[in-house]
């Protein structure tokens, strides 16, 4: 505890007033990380050989983390207005500080655990602290702003500095109203400037994308449309998660946007190896082009739909200058978003502006209203986004005596089952060297095929490097069943854990690191 600063109140900082607490976060790297000012690696710094990894997961590990008591507001569909909260920052390094916003209706104290996630012997969590008992307050719903905005601007509980000794990795405060149990998390990540081999981005600009707090204010809420897709619209990260909206139904993982649902499984799969990985936002990436450079590995996860232009360009360069990417990812840079001030002037909020490819027949509500100038998804992916969009299949091998398929046994059209869903890429790009190791045609129900066709792409790098695309939003899920994991079902169902997956996974990993 002597690591950590914290304060405490009935949702105040006892004398500091919010814009003492404001200037404080404007500080050293946070004032760095909010001006959006790229951070090299310090000299120095070394690429660990997972030592870090291993080592944190030897640690005494456990299952409180998970959520045991939460539900939402029928009037609201989505928010747990008990107790729900947001952190200041998405990601923030060792020694920087964050805050943290809670609000609880009716009034209640809380407290807040704070938990790294990972595997520690299966129990996927380590408790880190206590912060509370805080008297809570039910604070103000924003106002709604133009293009939709809400904005909150409540007042922080706590204020906390990040102690030196927590390894880069995704966070979760779980919130637990003392006064009837309600619980709820709020979720961030520690980052660091180290080299690694792997490089995991965090899809968390997707995860806002779909967050309807408190009630149809999604980046797809125009007022008119519930599913809209055009522009005018746009959201804030200072706002809590709601309950997830779309596939399934999780309300234990309330306030952590859609990591638990498609992201933790490779975290937990890759610490359970001890891989030397380190964690990062989609805000580092738009921010950080040189943060890029420090891996042998970048690895985009599970639904990663929202890039801005300046994501797009910087992973281009980083794959220009040789490192490797792998989009076990679906749906992957999709739409184009620009980020804009929020009410302190940290780049907290963003709407949709664009479509990353071509005009295509197939329109969903408001698309018509983007210029569709922006690059195709392929150029960077190796396929694209096309209609219908969604839809699921199984992962049919092509190319068996490929590298990517060493030590799997599978054969040409041996397909690993419903693995492909809900969305996935198509339409390979034009790039030299570039090959369709996996494709199918999709469907929306076994036996009833929907027009599409997925394809999983690998194509060469300038410096021997390469870039690989397994075109799905489920891939994580053939590699592991963490605590609390909920397997999707829709279009198709995938079967979980499963060794060609799991050694399609490591033959990537290996190949980047070689």
């Given at each position: 505890m002597n690591h950590l600063r914290f304060s405490q109140s009935s949702c105040r900082v006892p004398g500091l007033s919010r814009r003492q607490l404001l200037a404080g976060l404007m500080g050293s790297g946070a004032a760095l990380w909010l001006s959006g000012r790229p951070v090299?690696?310090?000299?120095?710094?070394?690429?660990?050989?997972?030592?870090?990894?291993?080592?944190?997961?030897?640690?005494?590990?456990?299952?409180?983390?998970?959520?045991?008591?939460?539900?939402?507001?029928?009037?609201?569909?989505?928010?747990?207005?008990?107790?729900?909260?947001?952190?200041?920052?998405?990601?923030?390094?060792?020694?920087?500080?964050?805050?943290?916003?809670?609000s609880t209706n009716p009034?209640?104290?809380?407290?807040?655990?704070?938990?790294?996630?990972?595997?520690?012997?299966?129990?996927?969590?380590?408790?880190?602290?206590?912060?509370?008992?805080?008297?809570?307050?039910?604070?103000r719903d924003p106002e709604i702003g133009p293009r939709r905005l809400r904005d909150c601007?409540?007042?922080?509980?706590?204020?906390?500095?990040?102690?030196?000794?927590?390894?880069?990795?995704?966070?979760?405060?779980?919130?637990?109203?003392?006064?009837?149990?309600?619980?709820?998390?709020?979720?961030?990540?520690?980052?660091?400037?180290?080299?690694?081999?792997?490089?995991?981005?965090?899809?968390?600009?997707?995860?806002?994308?779909?967050?309807r707090w408190p009630n149809q204010f999604a980046l797809y809420d125009d007022g008119q449309n519930v599913w809209y897709w055009g522009n005018q619209v746009a959201v804030s990260f200072n706002r809590p998660y709601g309950k997830y909206c779309q596939i399934l139904d999780a309300p234990l993982s309330t306030g952590s946007g859609e990591?638990?649902?498609?992201?933790?499984?490779?975290?937990?799969?890759?610490?359970?190896?001890?891989?030397?990985?380190?964690?990062?936002?989609?805000?580092?990436?738009?921010?950080?082009?040189q943060g890029l450079l420090r891996t042998r590995g970048f690895i985009s996860v599970g639904h990663d739909e929202y890039y801005s232009i300046e994501m797009f360009r910087h992973l281009q360069q980083a794959i220009a200058a040789g490192v490797n990417v792998a989009f076990l990812s679906g749906n992957t840079c999709c739409g184009r978003i620009e980020f804009q001030p929020d009410f302190r002037g940290a780049l907290r909020t963003y709407e949709r502006v664009d479509f990353y490819?071509?005009?295509?027949?197939?329109?969903?509500?408001?698309?018509?209203?983007?210029?569709?100038?922006?690059?195709?998804?392929?150029?960077?992916?190796?396929?694209?986004?096309?209609?219908?969009?969604?839809?699921?299949?199984?992962?049919?091998?092509?190319?068996?005596?490929?590298?990517?398929?060493?030590?799997?046994?599978?054969?040409?059209?041996?397909?690993?089952?419903?693995l492909v869903g809900w969305e996935w890429h198509g339409d390979p790009a034009d790039i030299p060297g570039l090959e369709v190791v996996a494709d199918g045609p999709t469907q929306s129900a076994p036996g009833q095929p929907n027009g599409g066709h997925y394809t999983a792409t690998i194509y060469p790098g300038p410096r021997g490097n390469f870039v690989f695309n397994a075109s799905t939003c489920w891939w994580a899920d053939g590699l592991s069943e963490p605590?609390?994991?909920?397997?999707?079902?829709?279009?198709?169902?995938?079967?979980?854990?499963?060794?060609?997956?799991?050694?399609?996974?490591?033959?990537?990993?290996?190949?980047?690191?070689?």
């Amino acid at each position: 505890m002597n690591h950590l600063r914290f304060s405490q109140s009935s949702c105040r900082v006892p004398g500091l007033s919010r814009r003492q607490l404001l200037a404080g976060l404007m500080g050293s790297g946070a004032a760095l990380w909010l001006s959006g000012r790229p951070v090299a690696c310090r000299e120095g710094d070394r690429r660990d050989d997972g030592g870090l990894v291993r080592r944190e997961n030897e640690r005494p590990g456990t299952r409180d983390w998970l959520l045991e008591k939460t539900g939402v507001d029928p009037a609201t569909r989505y928010r747990c207005p008990w107790i729900e909260g947001y952190c200041s920052r998405t990601s923030v390094r060792a020694g920087e500080t964050m805050t943290i916003h809670v609000s609880t209706n009716p009034v209640s104290r809380f407290h807040i655990d704070i938990y790294r996630l990972g595997y520690y012997g299966g129990a996927g969590g380590r408790h880190l602290l206590r912060l509370g008992p805080f008297e809570g307050s039910t604070q103000r719903d924003p106002e709604i702003g133009p293009r939709r905005l809400r904005d909150c601007q409540w007042e922080p509980c706590t204020q906390m500095t990040i102690p030196g000794e927590w390894l880069s990795g995704v966070y979760v405060g779980k919130l637990t109203a003392e006064r009837e149990g309600w619980q709820s998390y709020v979720i961030f990540i520690v980052r660091d400037d180290r080299r690694a081999d792997y490089l995991l981005q965090c899809s968390d600009t997707t995860w806002q994308a779909y967050n309807r707090w408190p009630n149809q204010f999604a980046l797809y809420d125009d007022g008119q449309n519930v599913w809209y897709w055009g522009n005018q619209v746009a959201v804030s990260f200072n706002r809590p998660y709601g309950k997830y909206c779309q596939i399934l139904d999780a309300p234990l993982s309330t306030g952590s946007g859609e990591f638990f649902l498609w992201e933790f499984p490779l975290v937990y799969w890759m610490e359970q190896h001890g891989d030397d990985v380190t964690y990062i936002s989609n805000l580092d990436t738009h921010a950080d082009p040189q943060g890029l450079l420090r891996t042998r590995g970048f690895i985009s996860v599970g639904h990663d739909e929202y890039y801005s232009i300046e994501m797009f360009r910087h992973l281009q360069q980083a794959i220009a200058a040789g490192v490797n990417v792998a989009f076990l990812s679906g749906n992957t840079c999709c739409g184009r978003i620009e980020f804009q001030p929020d009410f302190r002037g940290a780049l907290r909020t963003y709407e949709r502006v664009d479509f990353y490819g071509p005009r295509d027949p197939l329109a969903i509500a408001g698309m018509e209203t983007l210029p569709h100038t922006s690059p195709s998804s392929g150029e960077l992916v190796g396929a694209r986004n096309l209609g219908p969009f969604t839809g699921g299949a199984d992962w049919i091998c092509r190319q068996p005596d490929h590298w990517l398929f060493e030590g799997t046994g599978m054969q040409a059209g041996e397909g690993i089952p419903g693995l492909v869903g809900w969305e996935w890429h198509g339409d390979p790009a034009d790039i030299p060297g570039l090959e369709v190791v996996a494709d199918g045609p999709t469907q929306s129900a076994p036996g009833q095929p929907n027009g599409g066709h997925y394809t999983a792409t690998i194509y060469p790098g300038p410096r021997g490097n390469f870039v690989f695309n397994a075109s799905t939003c489920w891939w994580a899920d053939g590699l592991s069943e963490p605590p609390g994991y909920v397997r999707p079902s829709v279009y198709t169902t995938p079967q979980g854990p499963d060794p060609r997956v799991q050694r399609i996974t490591r033959n990537v990993l290996e190949r980047m690191r070689s």
